[in-house]
């Protein structure tokens, strides 16, 4: 109703050309439809295949400066024939131009375009543009007015599902469809920024694949949302996610991320509550930074979007901060969602070789996390701290700044428990403290592929994996910690005072 309310009103106020940018054609298309009725003129449509129909019967029009019906498809449908025709037809209409974009570079065009709006007292045309996207030329733009086709919001996204599982229930009236509450809610939060006919098709899909709404569901509308949105190669959509199961230790975080879950899912905004808005995981390389922001998201039933600094930076002026910006919107649009910026150190320097590049790419996304209200929690990981600038990580940037240090003794021996599990090699067969206990000072990832060399070990030998194996395995490597005491042991003391650990 709204939408209806304000193109009415922009038609009433004169405007002679209003462009409709979005991927619901039919949708602009009825509205249009429905504003002529409202104001009594006549309504056509332009398409490159058509030529200039009958807006509601799809007949092609008479000829608009001559009484005869145009059967030359090339004539009819030749944008300058057209705007020809509409500039010197004398009955007042609304003219709706499909997918004009490929013709506004040609001077021919632009200028009947302008000729048309500025003749608008005398022949009371109005020009409705009606395309994916159209780039308004400086020449048009003061007679030109945006109208935007509203997403659906998350009560009309509601509406939808229920509309379609009683559609459901009528064609299967012998069967039960599983759908419960948290699974409904959890499928309207990863539906928003997506158009009705969008919305509609993964409702759709996600209802008769299976006869059920579920988690299975849930992750598949996450993939087909991103692939719908487009990829623009900065922003990716990590398909695979975690567990906090999948982690050994990191209690504080867990802790620390669970008590902020319902405030960043629920969609209803407590006037007290501030969005979680991210952290900054800092540590030793190879101690579950990666895999922790993988578990936000695994755990919080959202998207994970994974930006990339390094293919951020382009050699031409401007492009950079234009490629973050795109890859920003992008996320927003995707929200709820977790944003992984993978050693963003490595991203954002604070030093002047790249002809400012980086400070502006920096206060394009400082301006975006100050401004931005949309679900989108940042999971930041770094190595070198002390790369970053100080406006990224004071506190209000984001939330939280975790240690994440190497395993004590007890994590080692849920480590190896996780990663024998993950391999199908029962636990209860290898003495597990035992290799906790001499494997001071490795991280997570170097306990890992221990167990994946003497996998490749016992295969090889056509032997079942052992302690003793793994133990040969481990004695053949030199720890992180060994190779680089001097510089962990500084990261470890710097951090002691300045952040919250997350074991």
């Known amino acids: 109703?709204?939408?209806?309310?304000?193109?009415?009103?922009?038609?009433?106020?004169?405007?002679?050309?209003?462009?409709?940018?979005?991927?619901?054609?039919?949708?602009?298309?009825?509205?249009?439809?429905?504003?002529?009725?409202?104001?009594?003129?006549?309504?056509?449509?332009?398409?490159?295949?058509?030529?200039?129909?009958?807006?509601?019967?799809?007949?092609?029009?008479?000829?608009?400066?001559?009484?005869?019906?145009?059967?030359?498809?090339?004539?009819?449908?030749?944008?300058?024939?057209?705007?020809?025709?509409?500039?010197?037809?004398?009955?007042?209409?609304?003219?709706?131009?499909?997918?004009?974009?490929?013709?506004?570079?040609?001077?021919?065009?632009i200028r009947s375009i302008k000729e048309i709006a500025q003749d608008y007292t005398i022949n009371g045309h109005h020009i409705v543009f009606v395309s994916h996207e159209l780039e308004i030329p400086s020449e048009l733009s003061r007679f030109t007015a945006q109208f935007a086709i509203s997403l659906p919001d998350k009560d009309e996204l509601r509406r939808l599902i229920i509309s379609e599982l009683k559609v459901w229930k009528l064609k299967n009236t012998d069967e039960k469809l599983q759908a419960d509450k948290k699974s409904i809610e959890l499928l309207i939060n990863n539906l928003t920024g997506l158009t009705v006919s969008e919305a509609k098709r993964l409702i759709r899909n996600a209802i008769y694949d299976d006869?059920?709404?579920?988690?299975?569901?849930?992750?598949?509308?996450?993939?087909?949302?991103?692939?719908?949105?487009?990829?623009?190669?900065?922003?990716?959509?990590?398909?695979?996610?975690?567990?906090?199961?999948?982690?050994?230790?990191?209690?504080?975080?867990?802790?620390?991320?669970?008590?902020?879950?319902?405030?960043?899912?629920?969609?209803?905004?407590?006037?007290?509550?501030?969005?979680?808005?991210?952290?900054?995981?800092?540590?030793?390389?190879?101690?579950?930074?990666?895999?922790?922001?993988?578990?936000?998201?695994?755990?919080?039933?959202?998207?994970?979007?994974?930006?990339?600094?390094?293919?951020?930076?382009?050699?031409?002026?401007?492009?950079?901060?234009?490629?973050?910006?795109?890859?920003?919107?992008?996320?927003?649009?995707?929200?709820?969602?977790?944003?992984?910026?993978?050693?963003?150190?490595?991203?954002?320097?604070?030093?002047?070789?790249?002809?400012?590049?980086?400070?502006?790419?920096?206060?394009?996304?400082?301006?975006?996390?100050a401004e931005n209200e949309k679900p989108v929690f940042i999971v930041a990981t770094a190595n070198d701290i002390q790369a970053l600038p100080p406006e990224l990580i004071r506190k209000g940037r984001l939330d939280e700044i975790f240690f994440v240090d190497l395993p004590d003794e007890a994590t080692r021996a849920e480590i190896f428990s996780i990663h024998l599990k993950k391999r199908e090699v029962d636990p209860a067969n290898i003495d597990v403290n035992s290799l906790a206990t001499m494997t001071e000072g490795f991280s997570g990832a170097e306990i890992e592929q221990a167990i994946v060399s003497a996998l490749y070990h016992a295969f090889a030998e056509k032997q079942e994996l052992s302690l003793g194996i793994i133990v040969d395995e481990l004695n053949k490597t030199q720890p992180l910690s060994v190779v680089m005491r001097e510089q962990i042991a500084q990261l470890q003391d710097w951090a002691k005072d300045r952040t919250v650990s997350a074991n």
């Open 211 to 369: 006869d059920a709404i579920s988690h299975v569901d849930i992750e598949q509308v996450q993939k087909a949302k991103y692939e719908l949105l487009g990829q623009n190669g900065v922003l990716s959509f990590e398909y695979e996610t975690a567990t906090f199961g999948q982690i050994g230790g990191l209690k504080n975080l867990k802790q620390w991320l669970e008590i902020r879950q319902a405030a960043f899912s629920s969609s209803k905004k407590q006037s007290n509550l501030d969005k979680p808005k991210g952290i900054l995981l800092v540590g030793i390389q190879g101690s579950g930074k990666s895999l922790a922001a993988k578990a936000v998201a695994g755990v919080w039933h959202v998207p994970l979007l994974r930006l990339d600094f390094g293919v951020l930076y382009n050699k031409f002026f401007g492009e950079t901060e234009k490629n973050i910006r795109h890859a920003l919107e992008l996320a927003e649009v995707m929200a709820p969602c977790v944003l992984w910026i993978d050693e963003i150190e490595k991203g954002i320097s604070t030093g002047d070789y790249d002809s400012g590049t980086s400070q502006r790419l920096l206060a394009t996304f400082l301006t975006w996390m």
């Open 1 to 109: 109703m709204y939408e209806l309310n304000d193109l009415l009103l922009l038609l009433n106020s004169s405007q002679p050309v209003i462009n409709i940018q979005t991927h619901e054609e039919q949708r602009a298309v009825d509205l249009v439809k429905r504003c002529s009725l409202k104001l009594n003129k006549r309504i056509l449509q332009w398409s490159v295949t058509k030529g200039i129909v009958d807006a509601n019967t799809g007949a092609p029009a008479l000829s608009l400066s001559k009484k005869h019906v145009t059967t030359n498809i090339e004539t009819a449908s030749d944008p300058k024939n057209s705007l020809i025709e509409i500039a010197n037809c004398k009955e007042p209409g609304i003219y709706i131009l499909l997918d004009f974009h490929p013709y506004m570079d040609d001077p021919f065009v």
